[in-house]
């Protein structure tokens, strides 16, 4: 069987959050004096990632849009980690649309 790899950085994203290791970029996105600002900053990010995978997508290099795609992956679950969803709960949404 494969090991849920998704979940695993899920797991990781919020024991970031919630520990704030020096150095780490999960921190630096998720940590503000102001929750507001701290989210403001993870959603831009989502926004250019989301545009690197448009373009990535476009220009035709998988190696690139691969990449990219990753990213934005990453920067999403940062955002659903940060506002409280649980990588269940996401996966319970993708469970119910197949019905």
């Not at 448009?54 to 990449?67: H, Q, R």
């Not at 795609?69 to 990453?74: E, F, N, P, R």
Request: glycine share 4%; with cysteine; proline share 1%.
């Amino acid at each position: 069987m494969m090991k849920d790899i998704l979940r695993d950085e899920y797991a990781i994203i919020k024991q970031r959050i919630k520990d704030k290791p020096e150095g780490s970029y999960t921190a630096y996105l998720t940590t503000d004096d102001d929750k507001k600002t701290a989210l403001n900053k993870i959603c831009e990010k989502i926004g250019e990632e989301a545009t690197e995978t448009i373009l990535a997508a476009k220009d035709g290099v998988k190696e690139e849009f691969l990449y990219e795609s990753a990213d934005l992956i990453y920067h999403t679950f940062v955002l659903l980690a940060y506002c409280g969803i649980e990588y269940d709960e996401l996966m319970k949404e993708f469970e119910r649309r197949r019905k």
